[in-house]
């Protein structure tokens, strides 16, 4: 069975800092993907960033990026430049199933992120 | 905007009196979720919908049940909530395409009394 990990269950950064949250995974598949989602206290989970197995360059999006080791099954988000706006809880989650049934995630437990001004 | 949205925000229903949670998606997506989410935990998948055809997780109460009419809604039935059902509610979306990232609503928070 897949299985997502995030060993750190609360982090905080200074502001302007760079931070980086753990992720690390257990599947059998070959074809998988790999997401971050961002949950501040309002509720929604936001989409940050995406990183397939087969990607051979990590991740960006803007300050976030995917730190993606294939052969250690981690998939670690670093957060560059911190904001206080990025204070909430960021979920790690894979995908399951096939590509072409929509697939369902399976989500780690979270970290919550706090950063300080 | 497209989007993905939920309605109540915020609903409180007594014990054992039927609720239902609604979704509506602007994105034109095939698959549709329903997610529970307790305090300090990870969403759990109770249930999706691949256009009509429904996938139940093999551990969702039959307390729980789903209706999609049309491609851009879906609703949540709860027919006997209990105290333990106290939940964010998320609604999610994805296209049977590329990466299948999921985009989510901003959830309904219930409430049981």
């Known amino acids: 069975a897949q299985k997502i990990t995030q060993t750190q269950p609360g982090m905080f950064v200074q502001e302007k800092e760079a931070v980086t949250l753990d992720c690390t995974y257990d599947?059998?598949?070959?074809?998988?993907?790999l997401f971050w989602y961002k949950q501040p206290s309002s509720g929604e989970m936001i989409f940050l960033i995406y990183?397939?197995?087969?990607?051979?360059q990590n991740a960006t999006e803007g300050r976030y990026s995917l730190n993606f080791q294939k052969a250690r099954k981690s998939a670690n988000l670093v957060i560059s430049a911190s904001q206080l706006g990025d204070s909430a809880m960021y979920f790690c989650?894979?995908?399951?199933?096939?590509?072409?049934?929509?697939?369902?995630?399976?989500f780690g437990q979270g970290t919550e992120l706090s950063v300080k001004p | 905007d497209a989007m993905v949205i939920q309605n109540p925000r915020y609903q409180v229903t007594q014990f054992g009196k039927p609720v239902t949670l609604s979704c509506s998606q602007t994105?034109?997506?095939?698959?549709m979720y329903w997610y529970q989410q307790k305090s300090s935990q990870a969403p759990k998948l109770l249930f999706h919908?691949?256009?009509?055809?429904?996938?139940n997780e093999a551990d969702t109460p039959d307390n729980f049940q789903s209706r999609r009419p049309n491609t851009s809604f879906c609703f949540l039935d709860i027919r006997s909530p209990g105290l333990g059902d106290a939940a964010m509610y998320l609604c999610?979306?994805?296209?049977?395409?590329?990466?299948?990232?999921?985009?989510f609503g901003p959830g309904t928070r219930l409430t049981v009394l």
């Open positions: 999610a979306t994805s296209r049977v395409s590329g990466r299948n990232e999921q985009f």
């Open positions: 599947t059998s598949d070959q074809s998988y993907g």
């Open positions: 990183q397939g197995s087969y990607d051979e």
């Open positions: 989650a894979m995908r399951e199933g096939f590509e072409n049934q929509g697939g369902k995630l399976i």
């Open positions: 994105l034109n997506h095939n698959v």
């Open positions: 919908y691949y256009d009509k055809d429904f996938n």
